[in-house]
């Protein structure tokens, strides 16, 4: 029978380690294409270590083209402009258009900054979704640190990705410690979460305790159900609503240092795509991450469509953390073997969650199973162990990345934490 053509488009945390794990599943029976925007994959995990200044881009960067090459993985660096999925197949950025048998999703997504006047790194605030951007974050970061002002950290309304704003929260409170001007800048913490430590999660374990509790003992003073209404330089407006959405107060906010998490939309390459996308662009899976219209399509990653946890003052979107991706990516690469014998798809993604929120010099870390309440596993932790494990978590990915492997990591992650704490507490 001849080979089938698999094609992977992105490769972030979710894309690379698919076509990993595509290619071992399907050896002999199809051959599998990877098409990025770019030809790096990014640990973006660790961003905001690069805003402090505490990592060079460099050492979280990997080139993917000889990776792939040896994995016998096909590679384009051009990104897709349009996916077909009638005909498929898609254009790519170097004008040229590719087919395929299976499309595997994994685009990520597109940083709506245009939502909120005078927002993004183009404007007034600065980002960390990106590598490049939380560079960017950096040099600004040092000039703030040469001409001490307040800094403004947090979430836009509609964001869906809360755990790095609370990271970069803290570890900028340590960074500027440690240069010993961390009494003159004041910091504020917005987000529209409705409590501190929701985390588009409706918390885990004791969040809402520990965060606050850490904010208070690191002097961040915090505003919830915050919604931004615009931003100019160096000042940030924003209306604070009440449980029925209505305006409590209004607050202008002088910064020097300004990083809010943006909401998240599907990206251009499919927006629009009638039962492939919903209006916000996210590609709609079934419990085989598979699409209902087009069923030779798969989605994984922060690409796809969730609802929200449940009824918020203003918009809150549920996190797609690694371990659930991880889920995604194994339930995806298992469907595809399947298919490929001729057996209907049966696998389905956990959708676990294991996030080690790093502070600099402590953390918290939390394990919640299934990620969506209630659950059967709802733990959180915190100490200096977290700091070190996050370390641990960038080299062990990014060693995984670099040879190509494609065994699960973020469950053994999830088991080693816990392990830890208990030797910690023993
Ligand atoms: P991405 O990693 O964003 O990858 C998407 C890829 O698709 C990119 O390479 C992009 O270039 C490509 N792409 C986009 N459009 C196209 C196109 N048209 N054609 C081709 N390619 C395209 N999760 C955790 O579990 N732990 C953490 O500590 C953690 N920290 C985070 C810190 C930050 C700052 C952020 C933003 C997120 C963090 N997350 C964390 C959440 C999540 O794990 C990451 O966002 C993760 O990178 C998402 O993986 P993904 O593959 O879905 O998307």
């Given at each position: 029978m001849a080979e089938s053509h698999v094609v992977v488009l992105g490769a972030g945390l979710g894309g690379t380690i698919a076509a990993y794990e595509i290619r071992a599943a399907l050896k002999g029976k199809a051959r599998v294409t990877v098409v990025n925007k770019g030809d790096d994959y990014w640990f973006v995990p660790s961003n905001p270590w690069v805003a402090v200044g505490w990592r060079e881009p460099e050492a979280i960067r990997v080139n993917l083209p000889p990776i792939m090459a040896k994995q016998g993985i096909g590679f384009n660096g051009s990104g897709a402009t349009r996916v077909h999925p009638d005909e498929n197949r898609m254009d790519l950025g170097d004008g040229t258009s590719i087919d395929y048998d299976y499309l595997v999703i994994a685009t990520g997504p597109d940083l709506a900054w245009d939502e909120i006047e005078g927002f993004g790194p183009e404007r007034n605030t600065v980002s960390i979704c990106e590598t490049a951007s939380a560079a960017q974050a950096h040099a600004k970061f040092e000039e703030l640190c040469a001409n001490p002002r307040p800094i403004v950290v947090g979430a836009a309304q509609g964001a869906s990705c809360y755990g790095p704003a609370y990271e970069m929260a803290m570890t900028l409170d340590t960074a500027l410690k440690r240069r010993g001007i961390r009494h003159k800048v004041p910091m504020t913490f917005v987000t529209?979460?409705?409590?501190?430590?929701?985390?588009?999660?409706?918390?885990?374990?004791?969040t809402k305790g520990m965060l606050e509790s850490e904010m208070r003992d690191r002097h961040i003073k915090w505003i919830t159900n915050a919604k931004v209404a615009s931003v100019d330089e160096g000042t940030i407006h924003m209306v604070e609503v009440n449980e029925d959405g209505s305006e409590k107060k209004t607050h202008d906010l002088d910064f020097g240092w300004c990083m809010l998490m943006p909401p998240f939309r599907g990206v251009p390459a499919l927006m629009g795509l009638e039962g492939l996308v919903n209006p916000r662009g996210f590609v709609i899976v079934d419990k085989h991450q598979r699409n209902p219209k087009y069923q030779n399509v798969f989605g994984l990653g922060v690409c796809i469509a969730i609802p929200p946890t449940g009824p918020t003052p203003l918009p809150v979107g549920v996190p797609k953390t690694g371990f659930m991706i991880e889920s995604m990516v194994t339930a995806v690469a298992e469907n595809l073997k399947e298919l490929h014998a001729g057996q209907e798809t049966t696998h389905e993604a956990t959708w676990n969650a294991v996030c080690l929120a790093d502070f600099g010099d402590g953390g918290v870390a939390f394990i919640a199973k299934?990620?969506?309440?209630?659950?059967n596993t709802n733990w959180a932790s915190e100490g200096k162990w977290v700091h070190l494990a996050k370390i641990g978590f960038e080299k062990y990915f990014l060693r995984k990345v670099r040879k190509g492997q494609s065994e699960p990591f973020f469950e053994k992650l999830a088991m080693h934490a816990m392990g830890i704490k208990k030797l910690e507490m023993n």
């Open positions: 529209p979460e409705p409590y501190i430590g929701h985390l588009g999660l409706d918390g885990v374990g004791d299934p990620q969506i309440p209630p659950r």
